[in-house]
């Protein structure tokens, strides 16, 4: 039973990066309703990786690539510094 307690461990870890990514990304795309007002400047960084990341959300496309970029920066820890 260990072995399938790992897997799906790992797979809980995977959907919640995806989750993060995808919140990640609405957060950005919602700030952008609010320019030309600014956040702090703790949101502003995190903000600014996002887009390092992804692009705005301009017109209609398929979010799963961006989805996976961003999962992959949760991964990867790019917002580690941000949430302390």
């Given at each position: 039973?260990?072995?399938?307690?790992?897997?799906?461990?790992?797979?809980?870890?995977?959907?919640?990066?995806?989750?993060?990514?995808?919140?990640?990304?609405?957060?950005?795309?919602?700030?952008?309703?609010?320019?030309?007002?600014?956040?702090?400047?703790?949101?502003?960084?995190?903000?600014?990786?996002?887009?390092?990341?992804?692009?705005?959300?301009?017109?209609?496309?398929?979010?799963?690539?961006?989805?996976?970029?961003?999962a992959?920066?949760?991964?990867?820890?790019?917002?580690?510094?941000?949430?302390?």
């Amino acid at each position: 039973m260990g072995m399938t307690g790992a897997i799906k461990l790992r797979q809980i870890v995977e959907h919640a990066e995806r989750i993060v990514g995808i919140e990640l990304m609405c957060a950005a795309q919602g700030l952008e309703f609010r320019r030309p007002l600014k956040s702090s400047a703790k949101i502003e960084l995190v903000y600014a990786a996002v887009r390092g990341v992804v692009a705005r959300l301009e017109q209609d496309r398929v979010l799963a690539t961006d989805i996976d970029a961003l999962a992959g920066a949760v991964r990867a820890g790019v917002f580690d510094a941000w949430c302390a």
